[in-house]
């Protein structure tokens, strides 16, 4: 019986490259692609994966928001999370928020299936690069230091990557079925919580922390 895939990824190149290094494997079923968080939501609800695999950089709704909506709504469903970045902020996001997985786009040609056959067999997987950041994170002379968005609650994060991918308050209220009003009060508390005055440095902190892509 294959492995039932999707993957979600904005870098169209990228993800052309893994449809078809994908489609080549005999025990693997690539079922839908998507380019943003939002449609690998509905992929998932209407298809019914195995496996979503997530760039944690997409627009709309980025990987660790849309894995922790779909841990919580499929907890059958294994994610693993694909990324520009090994930093161990990124890898502990996204292990807290129920990826079972973690591979780096630039080994992705030779690490995904690995991860991908993996955590369908109900194992954790963390490319190298992904495994040294976790390791470094708990020695003793390492602390864990978690991202500050933890700070942010679910929708003040959502407002936030919105905004710093240039959205203005009232699209953002229609995308999230809000009030003008609202998007208001919530970028005013993402500021004072973050201690950040302009939506530049907004927009350079939701990059910095892997909640929209450069």
Same mark, same amino acid.
Do not use: C, F, W
């Given at each position: 019986?294959?492995?039932? *895939?999707? @993957?979600?990824?904005?870098?169209?190149?990228?993800? /052309?490259? @893994?449809?078809?290094?994908?489609? +080549?494997?005999?025990?693997?079923?690539?079922?839908?692609?998507?380019?943003?968080?939002?449609?690998?939501?509905?992929?998932?609800?209407? #298809?019914?994966?195995? !496996?979503?695999?997530? /760039?944690?950089?997409?627009?709309?709704?980025?990987?660790?928001?849309?894995?922790?909506? @779909?841990?919580?709504?499929?907890?059958?469903? +294994?994610?693993?999370? &694909? %990324?520009?970045?090994s930093d161990k902020r990124f890898v502990l996001e996204m292990l807290k928020a129920g990826a079972a997985g973690y591979v780096t786009k630039a080994v992705a040609a030779t690490e995904l299936l690995r991860a991908i056959r993996a955590v369908a067999n109900g194992q954790s997987y963390l490319c190298p690069e992904a495994a040294s950041a976790v390791i470094s994170d708990?020695?003793?002379? %390492?602390?864990?230091?978690?991202?500050?968005?933890?700070?942010?609650?679910?929708?003040?994060?959502?407002?936030?990557?919105?905004?710093?991918?240039? =959205?203005?308050?009232? %699209?953002?209220?229609?995308? #999230?079925?809000?009030? !003008?009003?609202? *998007?208001?009060?919530?970028?005013?508390?993402?500021?004072? +919580? &973050?201690?950040?005055?302009?939506?530049? =440095?907004?927009? +350079?902190?939701?990059?910095?922390?892997?909640?929209?892509?450069?």
């Open positions: 019986m294959s492995i039932r *895939v999707i @993957l979600a990824d904005d870098h169209r190149l990228l993800l /052309d490259a @893994l449809r078809a290094m994908l489609e +080549k494997e005999p025990d693997i079923e690539l079922v839908g692609t998507a380019s943003d968080g939002r449609t690998a939501l509905e992929l998932v609800r209407n #298809l019914e994966p195995d !496996v979503a695999v997530l /760039d944690i950089g997409m627009p709309g709704l980025n990987g660790i928001e849309a894995t922790a909506r @779909l841990r919580a709504r499929h907890p059958g469903l +294994k994610v693993i999370a &694909l %990324s520009g970045y708990v020695t003793p002379d %390492s602390p864990r230091r978690l991202a500050p968005a933890g700070r942010l609650g679910r929708r003040e994060r959502e407002v936030l990557q919105l905004l710093a991918e240039g =959205e203005r308050s009232p %699209s953002i209220a229609a995308r #999230l079925h809000i009030s !003008v009003a609202t *998007v208001e009060v919530h970028r005013r508390n993402i500021m004072r +919580k &973050l201690n950040l005055h302009s939506i530049a =440095e907004l927009t +350079k902190y939701a990059i910095r922390e892997g909640l929209t892509a450069p």
